[in-house]
């Protein structure tokens, strides 16, 4: 009971010099890469640089006392912080009190979210953000994204919260770009880029190890850091207007109490609930890919625990909602993380860097920030995806564009609420209009398909309607007009057999409109008979009188009703 | 084209005498009855009683041009007149003119969703209003209505609206009855009820016919009305405080144009969608009964446009929102209504006793015609489909129970609302956990049925798992989960066959669950195979890539899958 809720102590009492030895090491790597995105995604929240770096800490603890994944790093990350950001400007203005205030409640309501979900299982509640509406809710949140930094990489200052206003403002306050923050900016930018794209293979041909090429790519920003941090302090470049962190408070995070004032908590509690599940959507599909790899399992419903306990760490400890981080996890992977106790160590480096190091950051400017950002952000626009779900199904296409507008014009939560009501009213409106054939007999066999694509045998007097969908409120109705149309096309027709191989429900409604569909064939002198009715359907027929009425019987297969039926009565 | 719209055009041209003198009859007799009713759902919506009257005139003539269905009534009736009341009370003080005036763009509103619904072809919206959310929303109605009218019958002025208060009040005040108030209105409830349980038996035992019985039981509302108004009178109840109608406005409905005020407009928006919707369908299910026993069909997306034609109508002439009513829709039909002419005639009729009779009207006590509504709302509450219901299928119950609660606590928008939201969670819950079955032979058949309900043949290396849902976002993971587990439990498993014979939709999200599992299976040296994939499933797989890396094959049926893999490999 206690190892299922501390997966800790499945791994713990296991551990040995080895583990330790690799797990040190991967936890060195990533204090010194996460840094730089740890104060960045905070920055993008609109919060101070530090809330990232505090953020990193006590929450990398309770998810390694409380995840199933070995190697899953949490923190902050770019989408939540987006949406965080998004989230605080609806309650408090950035740079006041009240909006730090209020990233603690938002960190505490989704915690508390999370653990709720994790207690009653509802971990399946995280399927009904499709595919499509994730993908396009990414594509889309990574212009978002792009265009909030445009403006520190340029140097100018935007007032504009909203994509459009934005862009039309960064086009005409061009020509007010401030000249040194664009070198940085975009200096850092185009190493970056190519470091990504040409990196790799430089430092190969250069003869080094592939696992020693591999880490120093993914170097590029904390390189970046250190060298125009340097420049800055060097060339006094913050007297001359390019804007830095600044002065970082030194020392550990103070404990803070998250405030509860009723207006905020409820302002914020739809969008704690989306963050909530859009953080352990990414979260648990990154750890079941990664476990896949290494034959592990994880637990969707305790990662829901897990994740839980990291962010109602960060709204104890002055933080920001956390979650597993594509970014930190897949570092803390290739550097060889064994188990979570990778994570803790991470947790002890940063925390020696807050407590000393500070000082080191205060010429960081934003513009290298903002150019890290932008590069690791470039690989969520996933234009193939979109093409390809153009192609597969117009339907889901149609999900995954009005998230992609919405999310781009309205905002997050719209884009998400948005994408997830269309994704559910498109498929209900599919199963409205159930797809049916008449199916005939392939001669010599026991098998029937559709008369219209296979060349089949038929009789006149019988019908044999293959139903292509459960039958419920939303297409009961439409069962009744296509076997009305069917009778009052065919006068000579005795049988109607509904085929049921694909009716995996027959609700309360549908159950209406059997009763109705009988009454009315009776009427007209139509026996109406069921084949192929499944284990659970059938139970439930049973239950109710309709089976007493019916006037014909129910088959067990449509071949039984073909060999019963398909001679004309006399 | 015109036909299409105006179905007037498809019957007139064939009348003639037989047909006129039937509607004439029907019409006159209609007239008579459904004045009573007419006042009484006006007051039951908070509007002077006169606009029941104005509203059975104008909407009455659109039907007769516009409607497919020959016998459908339309006017005021019982559930649309108490949403009215409670859309109106939320914009304006009963009693105000702005009150009647939102009552105009009530009807306008609903009429224009109406005429849209109709033109976009939208009938099936109305599908999603379940049988037992409609069932359970009409009970509850029921008792909301007999509860509002509780304290007219009794004489006593009530000033709350919810239903717990207004009990709690009713009870409290209970000792101020009034009681020649309680004399005329239980006593019109008692004979009502009487006639209704003794009546047709009674006058058939007296020797008449059995239609002229049938007539005459149903025009009690109408004698009890001549009754008590001229008792009233005669003995001056209206000074002995007996509340009456008072002066009625004798005349034509005025001309109105519902004013334009765009707050008003959008809090009367959605109660306007429900009140189209509920009134389409109940209109549109009792226009489909009567069809089918003439043999005749209706069209639904015509009686959108009719049902739309009506309220504009309602809207322009003084009138409220209204629909087809089942009181005066069976009246008309029993009374031998032929053609939507005897709707006209009826229109007449109303219009004659407008211009010149309503003065006769002034001392008809409301507690009249708080028992008549009292009494023809009884049959709403429907305990025999609640029972029924419970026993059928628990998820349709709560639908149901949610519907109920929900509609007497929190009023009508809140009760459908919640009912059609919980119907589609639920519809949604249960298909993200797809029932699916490992299935086996039947010896010495093609037969494939479920291993654990049937005694089937199997193979330890081959597992034919049948898939009984479509796949979609919702479920994709869980599919995956069951694969997953299969595999892990079946270290001799080599072939892991899909019976795709229930799935009638693979999404993206569940394409790339597909494509997940065939990876997943590669590495584990499982191969994946489809069977009995159905044709319009197969067409969308072939514009992916995924057949292409599919490890296995497409086989047409489980028993080709069975022939070609049963006998293990070497």
Redesign the interface.
């Given at each position: 009971m206690l190892r299922r809720y501390l997966p800790v102590l499945t791994w713990l009492p296991h551990y040995n010099r080895r583990l330790g030895g690799a797990d040190l090491l991967a936890g060195l790597i990533v204090t010194v890469m996460v840094i730089p995105q740890s104060l960045a995604y905070a920055v993008l929240a609109g919060l101070p640089a530090v809330v990232g770096l505090y953020a990193s800490l006590l929450p990398s603890l309770a998810y390694t006392l409380l995840g199933t994944s070995r190697t899953l790093a949490v923190g902050p990350v770019a989408i939540i912080a987006l949406m965080t950001g998004a989230a605080l400007s609806g309650v408090a203005a950035p740079g006041t009190p009240e909006y730090v205030e209020a990233a603690l409640i938002l960190s505490l309501l989704s915690g508390l979210i999370l653990v709720a979900m994790g207690l009653l299982r509802m971990g399946?509640v995280a399927?009904?953000?499709?595919?499509?509406?994730i993908g396009g809710f990414l594509s889309a949140a990574g212009i978002l994204i792009a265009a909030s930094q445009a403006g520190y990489l340029l140097g100018i200052e935007l007032a504009a919260r909203d994509l459009l206003p934005r862009v039309v403002e960064l086009v005409r306050e061009l020509p007010g770009l401030h000249l040194p923050t664009l070198v940085i900016g975009a200096g850092t930018l185009i190493f970056l880029l190519w470091l990504r794209q040409y990196g790799r293979s430089s430092l190969r041909r250069l003869g080094l190890p592939r696992s020693l090429a591999d880490l120093l790519t993914r170097a590029g920003p904390v390189l970046a850091v250190a060298v125009t941090t340097l420049a800055t302090w060097h060339w006094g470049l913050e007297q001359r207007g390019v804007a830095v962190i600044g002065d970082i408070p030194q020392g550990l995070p103070p404990l803070t109490l998250p405030g509860f004032d009723a207006a905020t908590w409820q302002a914020l509690l739809v969008p704690a609930l989306l963050i909530s599940i859009v953080g352990f959507v990414e979260s648990v599909s990154m750890g079941q890919m990664l476990a896949?790899r290494r034959r592990e399992r994880i637990s969707p419903n305790q990662e829901l625990l897990a994740l839980g306990g990291t962010n109602l760490a960060a709204a104890f400890t002055a933080g920001m909602p956390v979650s597993g981080g594509l970014t930190r996890t897949v570092i803390n992977y290739d550097a060889g993380a064994q188990t979570p106790l990778a994570g803790m160590f991470a947790m002890l480096g940063i925390g020696a860097v807050t407590l000393f190091l500070t000082p080191a950051l205060h010429h960081l400017p934003i513009a290298t920030l903002a150019a890290t950002i932008t590069v690791s952000i470039i690989t969520l626009v996933d234009v193939s995806m979109i093409r390809?779900?153009w192609?597969?199904?117009r339907?889901?296409f149609s999900a995954m564009a009005a998230t992609i507008l919405l999310t781009l014009v309205e905002g997050v939560e719209a884009g998400i609420l948005g994408g997830v009501g269309l994704?559910?009213a498109l498929?209900?409106?599919?199963?409205?209009?159930?797809?049916s054939a008449l199916v005939g007999r392939i001669a010599g066999?026991?098998?029937f398909r559709?008369v219209e694509?296979h060349d089949t045998e038929t009789a006149s007097h019988l019908a044999l309607l293959r139903i292509?969908?459960?039958l419920?409120?939303?297409?009961?109705?439409?069962l009744e007009d296509t076997v009305y149309d069917l009778v009052a096309t065919r006068p000579e027709l005795e049988h109607v057999v509904l085929i049921c191989?694909?009716?995996?429900?027959i609700?309360?409604?549908a159950?209406?409109s059997l009763d109705a569909i009988n009454a009315?064939l009776k009427d007209s002198r139509v026996t109406l008979h069921l084949a192929e009715v499944?284990?659970?359907v059938m139970d439930?027929l049973k239950?109710?009188d309709f089976l007493d009425d019916m006037t014909g019987r129910v088959f067990?297969?449509s071949y039984a009703a073909w060999r019963e039926l398909s001679r004309p009565s006399e």
């Open positions: 399946f399927n009904f953000l499709s595919h499509p509406v896949a390809q779900t192609r597969y199904s339907s889901d994704s559910i498929f209900l409106y599919r199963t409205s209009r159930p797809h066999t026991e098998h559709n694509r292509d969908e459960s419920y409120f939303a297409n009961a109705r439409y191989s694909a009716v995996n429900l609700d309360a409604s159950l209406e009315r499944k284990g659970p439930q239950r109710s067990l297969s």
